[in-house]
């Protein structure tokens, strides 16, 4: 079946503009997870939304970011005023729910490759 | 400081080379993962696991709970096998994330031929 897709895959912005990114789960994947990679450096959590609960915001950089979720389907990421530092490539990954125990696969996207020039 | 180390940062081996790559954490955590990030960017999930040992073709994941460790073994390595490998922790106590991944910084694996 299909996998989790992003779009688009690559963004080339100017600084001080906004960007949104989309993130499209697997079907009846009730979690999902963004996550950031700047380059050389480890992935880093953003942000999650799990079913109906109030998403978790605890890694986002800055009130620039910001993301929605429609119900169990598609996230938007956005990006407010872009910074040269917010380049990076932005990973979204989704699994069948979190559960209690995190014990469930988590299946990543191919990523959107940002660039703030 | 990152709560999930890994070693070596860098790696590599010759074709067939028998390779590990540690992974030591915290104590605490509910289940540990295991992922391959291609050159392309790509993240593959290869493991998960709690306990024990879990084994898919040449690649062998291992957990020591009373140690706080965990290793990937690749058996008889390939070029193919070149990639970034990503160790990363699951705490079911830190708040309402559930299955948050905290990551390791990755070893990056070269296999010549």
């Known amino acids: 079946g299909a996998g989790v897709s992003q779009s688009p895959s690559n963004k080339v912005t100017e600084k001080g503009k906004d960007v949104e990114l989309r993130c499209d789960p697997i079907s009846g994947h009730t979690a999902l997870y963004w996550y950031r990679q700047r380059l050389g450096q480890g992935l880093e959590f953003l942000i999650y939304f799990q079913g109906n609960s109030a998403p978790d915001k605890s890694g986002l950089p800055s009130d620039r970011f910001s993301a929605e979720r429609t119900g169990e389907s598609v996230s938007t990421l956005t990006i407010q005023r872009t910074q040269q530092e917010d380049s990076a490539v932005y990973l979204c990954a989704s699994s069948l729910e979190a559960g209690p125990w995190g014990t469930y696969e988590q299946y990543f996207g191919p990523g959107t490759r940002l660039t703030v020039t | 400081k990152n709560e999930v180390e890994q070693s070596p940062q860098n790696l590599t081996a010759q074709e067939g080379e028998f390779i590990t790559i540690n992974c030591s954490y915290s104590v605490g955590i509910s289940a540990l993962h295991w992922l391959q990030q291609h050159p392309g960017g790509g993240i593959v999930s290869l493991f998960m696991?709690?306990?024990g040992k879990k084994k898919h073709g040449r690649l062998i994941a291992t957990i020591n709970i009373q140690e706080k460790h965990s290793s990937l073994h690749i058996t008889a390595s390939h070029p193919r096998d070149s990639a970034v490998y990503i160790c990363?922790?699951?705490?079911?106590?830190?708040?309402?994330?559930?299955?948050?991944?905290?990551f390791g910084r990755g070893t990056q694996l070269t296999v010549w031929p």
């Open positions: 990363a922790a699951v705490w079911a106590d830190r708040g309402s994330t559930l299955g948050r991944l905290y």
């Open positions: 696991l709690s306990s």
